[in-house]
């Protein structure tokens, strides 16, 4: 039971007890029991229908709490989620790296795509939550666009060459950018 | 074929890159370089396609997204496109080895009087 309606139910009980009180000491003869409880009566349901009112408005709030619960819930999963996803992101740049070394191009260029999702993955995280440099942002994908039309061009024999320490140069800051967005969302409550 | 519009950003970043403007950083690709600006990046490349066996320069421009929204390459039989962006790659080339300041900075030294050319160290700095 709310306050209110505790603090209703006393009232009841008080009021019932004074004007019972009061009938049995003050009746004349022309009184009946009957019509003070005919009376009693009609007080007592408007009571009963303050109570309800009362019963009803509590229901709607603790109806609210648990909808707002199930929704920081239903944002904990995805935070948790994003934290998983963004987390392969260092160890697919790695991979690529490798992959450059070894000049195995296709899978270095299947190794860049994945990062581009993350990164993309990241700009729709942070669209909602606002949490990182546009700018700095906005480098990174274009590198990583650059680098991949680049290692496409070699695959189908457009080009011959490409600037691989540049590649990997721009893989180790993206990689820096990620693991940095990602302990900004696991240590604030983003 | 290159657009009127691509043409003009060509012209005026050629402008820009000679008066040492224009802040070009190598790219990923062959003989490629980039210019990040606010509103988007450009890239210009030169390379031997051997497969057939022609030259070509191109010129790539990516918005803030990360997508590239133009894709120019041009074979040298294409002279005046091709001499265009070839113009271009030649003043970013320029622009970023310091080509100029470096040859004239030599012809200053050499022109000092007195000795020229410092000694190299020596890795060896043990007295035994």
Same mark, same amino acid.
């Given at each position: ?5 505790k603090?209703?139910?006393?009232t009841f @009980?008080v009021?019932s007890a004074?004007?019972?009180?009061i +009938? +049995?000491?003050?009746k004349?003869?022309? $009184? ?11 007080f007592?349901?408007?009571?009963? +229908?303050v109570f309800?009112?009362?019963?009803? =408005? ?7 709490e648990? $909808?707002?619960?199930i ?13 998983a996803?963004?987390? =392969?992101?260092p160890k ?6 490798? +992959? ?5 191009y &296709? ?5 860049? *795509?994945?990062l581009? &999702?993350i990164?993309?993955?990241i ?9 990182l440099d546009?700018s ?11 680098? %991949? ?14 600037n ?6 721009? %893989? ?5 950018f990620i693991?940095?967005?990602?302990? =900004?969302?696991k240590d604030?409550?983003? | 074929?290159?657009?009127?519009? @691509?043409?003009?950003?060509?012209? *005026? ?6 008066? *040492?403007?224009?802040n070009?950083?190598p790219?990923?690709?062959? !003989?490629?370089?980039q210019?990040? %600006? #606010?509103?988007? #990046? ?9 497969? &057939?066996d ?6 790539? @421009?990516?918005? !803030? ?5 133009e894709?120019i390459?041009?074979?040298k039989m $294409?002279?005046?496109?091709y001499?265009l ?11 970023y080895?310091?080509? $100029?300041?470096?040859i004239k900075?030599?012809?200053?030294? @050499?022109?000092?009087?007195g000795?020229?050319g ?7 700095d043990?007295?035994?």
């Amino acid at each position: 039971m709310s306050k209110e309606q505790k603090l209703l139910v006393i009232t009841f @009980i008080v009021l019932s007890a004074v004007s019972s009180v009061i +009938f +049995f000491f003050a009746k004349s003869d022309s $009184d009946s029991s009957l019509s003070f409880i005919s009376v009693w009566g009609s007080f007592a349901s408007l009571f009963a +229908f303050v109570f309800l009112y009362l019963q009803l =408005k509590s229901q709607q709030a603790l109806t609210r709490e648990i $909808d707002q619960k199930i929704i920081d819930t239903k944002k904990l999963l995805v935070k948790l989620f994003s934290i998983a996803d963004i987390s =392969k992101g260092p160890k697919i740049a790695e991979q690529a790296q490798t +992959f450059l070394r070894v000049k195995k191009y &296709e899978s270095a260029l299947l190794r860049l *795509k994945d990062l581009k &999702e993350i990164l993309i993955y990241i700009k729709h995280y942070n669209d909602k939550e606002s949490v990182l440099d546009e700018s700095v942002y906005s480098d990174h994908i274009t590198n990583v666009t650059i680098d %991949l039309s680049n290692i496409n061009d070699i695959i189908i024999g457009k080009k011959n060459k490409i600037n691989a320490s540049k590649i990997n140069g721009n %893989l180790e800051e993206v990689s820096t950018f990620i693991s940095d967005f990602e302990l =900004k969302i696991k240590d604030h409550d983003f | 074929m290159i657009s009127e519009s @691509i043409k003009t950003l060509i012209r *005026k970043l050629i402008v820009k890159t000679n008066s *040492k403007q224009a802040n070009w950083k190598p790219s990923s690709g062959e !003989n490629s370089y980039q210019l990040r %600006l #606010t509103s988007g #990046t450009i890239t210009v490349d030169a390379w031997f396609d051997q497969s &057939e066996d022609t030259e070509y320069m191109g010129v790539s @421009i990516y918005n !803030n997204s990360g997508d590239r929204i133009e894709n120019i390459y041009i074979p040298k039989m $294409d002279e005046e496109n091709y001499e265009l962006l070839m113009e271009l790659h030649n003043a970013v080339n320029e622009s970023y080895f310091r080509t $100029d300041e470096t040859i004239k900075g030599l012809l200053d030294e @050499i022109d000092n009087n007195g000795d020229i050319g410092h000694e190299i160290a020596s890795d060896d700095d043990l007295p035994f």
